[in-house]
Nanobody, 111 residues
């Protein structure tokens, strides 16, 4: 069993930045990547970014150039640096590894 706990969400004005964190209860990065997803109001959950053990990253087109995913394996942490936030980024952001999900952290971007 793995527990994932997200933090760092909040209210920010458009153009601002936030850094989300995800703490895993045990070591990850076996064969699965760590991912961030989000679910906006009235929308389906969508992929945001992923990172594998080697450090290779992948991003949704909607966040490329604005968001950066990173990890600290020794601390069992994954981060999502979000810059130049837009109102359309408003969503609950979830950390995911394998079949495990965090409880989510709310990000609200005001115009």
């Amino acid at each position: 069993q793995v527990q994932l706990v997200e933090s760092g969400g909040g209210l920010v004005q458009a153009g601002g930045s936030l850094r989300l964190s995800c703490q895993a209860s045990r070591s990850f990065f076996s064969s699965s990547s760590m991912k961030w997803y989000r679910q906006g109001p009235g929308k389906e959950r969508e992929f945001v970014a992923s990172i594998v053990r080697s450090g290779t990253t992948n991003y949704a087109d909607s966040v490329k150039g604005r968001f950066t995913i990173s990890r600290d394996i020794s601390k069992r942490m994954v981060y999502l640096q979000m810059n130049r936030l837009e109102p359309k980024d408003t969503a609950v952001y979830y950390c995911n590894w394998d079949v495990y999900w965090g409880q989510g952290t709310q990000v609200t971007v005001s115009s």
